[in-house]
């Protein structure tokens, strides 16, 4: 059983930026691939970035591309993703994620294993 609780999240103004950090407890986070989603209000769902268990293989959405970046820290069970020039469509709940590594590194969320409970993140244009 992995537990992750995301943080980071808040309201942040057009152009701003934002570091939002999940942290996992329960099995070490080596073991994981890790992926960020969101969902913003009356939308699906949807991949935001992923990364690879040793950080090898990294995956954006073409809608975050250029603007963020996602990394981890695996002494410390942790994963972050870096979000600059964000807009008001950015504006969602952000959802951690741990898919086993055997599996992939997947941008889809159905191979997840474990999920945050999500933070808030608001641009306000």
């Known amino acids: 059983q992995v537990r992750l609780a995301e943080s980071g999240g808040g309201l942040v103004q057009a152009g701003g930026s934002l570091r939002l950090s999940c942290v996992a407890s329960?099995?070490?986070?080596?073991?994981?691939?890790m992926g960020w989603f969101r969902q913003a209000p009356g939308r699906e769902r949807e991949f935001v970035s992923s990364?690879?268990?040793?950080?090898?293989?990294?995956y954006y959405a073409d809608s975050v591309k250029g603007r963020s970046t996602i990394s981890r820290d695996n002494p410390k069970n942790t994963v972050y993703l870096q979000m600059n020039s964000l807009k008001p469509e950015d504006t969602a709940v952000y959802y951690c994620?741990?898919?086993?590594?055997?599996?992939?590194?997947?941008?889809?969320?159905?191979?997840?294993?474990?999920w945050g409970q999500g933070t808030q993140v608001t641009v306000s244009s």
């Open positions: 994620a741990a898919e086993y590594f055997l599996k992939g590194v997947s941008t889809d969320e159905k191979p997840y294993d474990y």
């Open positions: 329960g099995r070490t986070l080596s073991d994981y691939t």
């Open positions: 990364i690879s268990w040793n950080g090898g293989t990294i």
